[in-house]
């Protein structure tokens, strides 16, 4: 950019992403700042955290796509990009740093500098962004900001944040009651102590509204009336509906295509614009093509600006039709046609995901950034009437001068001295390799591994189980590397149904001594699906669904006397943790089965010679 675009500025603008580890406070703080901001009328009854705005966002508690919006503070318009904090959405937080000039770092005032803040502060570093570090939930009662604001410190030294960086801004918060202060002894007011840093520390963007035309795309959108949505800032000149715009994509290539509407945000809500100028971030329909890193350019002098990459996706797993027993009972989209569409068009704004054909038209490879990332989509789908079945997730290796690579993942676990050394051995059998052991502070001991991505499929639940729930447990992406070796899958065996019928209480209560079931008296089960986990490595086949014969001496009053212990109720991360090579996860609107691939035992037994 030359120096004469980069001196004229949009004065009344402020661009920030608000950008932290996962759950320290990101969506409550828009909140209030939306509130504060006057986004709502009085009479307006918002609910808390508004921005999550879709179910599973809300069910969560987590962010999972970011979202613009925006609030006016005096004479200033401040755009503020809410970010997901949770690794397997760190893309989103990278490609949308593009669209602002500074960032919000926020801490929780407890829990410190965690993994994922490391990261997202290097991406806004790297960006050459400034920070405002807003150290969060400063009403916490065990609060230690003195502490955090010194890991904090050493953080920024860490990452060699330059001098201009370093001399950041300190701003101490409270989300959650809406107050934010410079110095911990100050009233608990309000947010303008945040809102006047924003302003005083935060540049404005570059403005030049007469120079021809370039935004950068960096999200998607998609709307059923006006179809794609390309959303950025606009680096300098302006852009009006109805005129006819360059598109420059990545690969070189150029098409023109007409500018349909401009689309503001406000708010909550999305405004449609007649024209928008340079520093103002906004989406753009119109261009179908239009991908992350194009450039929308005056057609006169279309230069792109430098492209912005995303992040491979790490993790796969085949989506299918399903073919249970039970196919079809449940569900209002069950055919190929109806999955192979569905996947298409999630393409179009999830844009870290791919999906490929796999010879088989019933099925579909689908590959993602780790297991949210799938199960999201999966739980999407079920929620709007899809029925399919998917397979264990597999991660994706690298060939590199013929040798195999693997995805590796950075983990930090917290845990409790007493437990340190089950987690040890249950790292070391998933080919951990421990870098980092912290001091003891409060009974607990910081340990950080590297595991290979494989080894960490269905971990969490093992690691609550080995620490007594009280673990906490982090990993963000690290690199490819050596194949590791192999890793041993499940260690223990499936209880399989060997009849198709529902499942009895007189049968279940024989096999529970076997192991831990699934599924309770009533349940319908078909021939070949899990009902329950075997105690021993091996996959057993059981009658669940056999009557007693009734004899003279036993009685129904007998059958009542039976008590089953509670049936494990997976959730779907659970479930998708639990599975082996050779089983498959049915998923309807209403149920999801674990079922072995191939259904009858004759043809696992077949396929097992081969
Ligand atoms: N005590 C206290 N709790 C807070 C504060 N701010 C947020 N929380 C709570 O922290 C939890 C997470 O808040 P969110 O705003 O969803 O966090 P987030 O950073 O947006 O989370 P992700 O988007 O999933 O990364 C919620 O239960 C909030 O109520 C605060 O200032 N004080
Ligand atoms: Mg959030």
Redesign the pocket.
Known sequence: MNAEVQNKLREDIRNIAII?H????????VDKMLRQGGAFKSHEGVVE?VM?SNDLERER???ILAKNTSVHYKKFKINIV?T???ADFSGEVERTLNMVNGVLL?VDAFEGAMPQTKFVLRKALELNLRPIVVI?????ADARPKEVVDQVIELFLELEANDDQLDFPIVY?????GFAKLNLDDPSNDLSPLFETIISRVGPPPGDESAPLQMLVTSLDYDNFVGRIALGRIFRGKIRVGETLTLVQSAGLSTKGKVTRIIGYEGLKKVELEEAAAGEIIGVAGFEEAQIGATLADPNIPEALPTISIGEPTISMNFMVNTSPFAGKEGKFVTSRNLRERLYRELRSNVALRIEETGNTDVFKVSGRGELHLSILIETMRREGYEFAVSRPTVIFKEIDGKTYEPIERLWLDVEEAYIGTVMEGLGRRKGELVNMGNTHGGHVRLEFEVPSRGLIGYRSEFLTATRGTGIMNYTFSSYQPYKGDIPSRTKGALISMETGEAILFSLHHIQERGVLFVSPGDKIYEGMVIGEHSRANDLVVNASKKKHLTNFRSSTAEDALVLTQPRKMSLEEAIAFLADDELLEITPQTIRLRKKYLSELDRKRLAKK
Not at 22 to 29: A, F, I, M, R, Y
Not at 136 to 140: H, P, T, V, W
Not at 173 to 177: E, I, L, R, V
């Open positions: 932290a996962v759950d320290h406070g990101k969506t409550t703080l955290r999550d508690g987590i962010t809410d997901p904090g949770h926020l969060n939930k400063i009403d916490r918060a409270s989300a959650k009651a």
